[in-house]
C-alpha cells in the first residue's frame, strides 16, 4: 500500500519561506511512470494542484504559481519537498501531497496523503 505524509511547520510568517516535505513508503519515487504533486486548499475554495516532479526529476509547475515554486526530491529518503517563496495570508491552506499518473490533473491523482495545514500569519 501506497502512503505518503506530509510535513512541515504549521506556522510561517509573512515574506518567509514555506516548505514540506512528503515521505513516501510502499513506493519508489523514480518508478516510471508516477507524478509525485503537491495540491492546496485554501479555505472555503477548490482544490489547486501547484506543481509536480517526475519518476525522472523533471518539475512541472502551476503558471500561476511557478515563479515562487519550488519542488525537488531526496531518493535516498525518499521525500520529495515543497518550497514557496514570499508567502502572504492568501496562502493559508490545508497543503496536500499525491501521487498521479499525470501531473496535472486531479482525477489522475491516486494516493493523497492526510494533508497539513499551514498557516502564514505573524
Known amino acids: 500500500q501506497v502512503q505518503l505524509q506530509e510535513s512541515g511547520p504549521e506556522l510561517v510568517k509573512p515574506s518567509q519561506t514555506l516548505s514540506l516535505t512528503c515521505t513516501v513508503s510502499g513506493a519508489s519515487i523514480t518508478t516510471n511512470y508516477h507524478y509525485w504533486s503537491w495540491i492546496r486548499q485554501p479555505p472555503g475554495k477548490g482544490l489547486e494542484w501547484m506543481g509536480a516532479?517526475?519518476?525522472?526529476?523533471?518539475?512541472y509547475y502551476s503558471p500561476s504559481l511557478k515563479s515562487r515554486t519550488s519542488i525537488s526530491r531526496d531518493t535516498s529518503k525518499n521525500q520529495f519537498t515543497l518550497q514557496l517563496s514570499s508567502v502572504t495570508p492568501e496562502d493559508t491552506a490545508v497543503y496536500y501531497c499525491a501521487r498521479g499518473n499525470y501531473y496535472s490533473i486531479l482525477d489522475c491523482m491516486d494516493f493523497w496523503g492526510q494533508g497539513t495545514q499551514v498557516t502564514v500569519s505573524s
Open positions: 516532479i517526475a519518476y525522472s526529476g523533471s518539475t
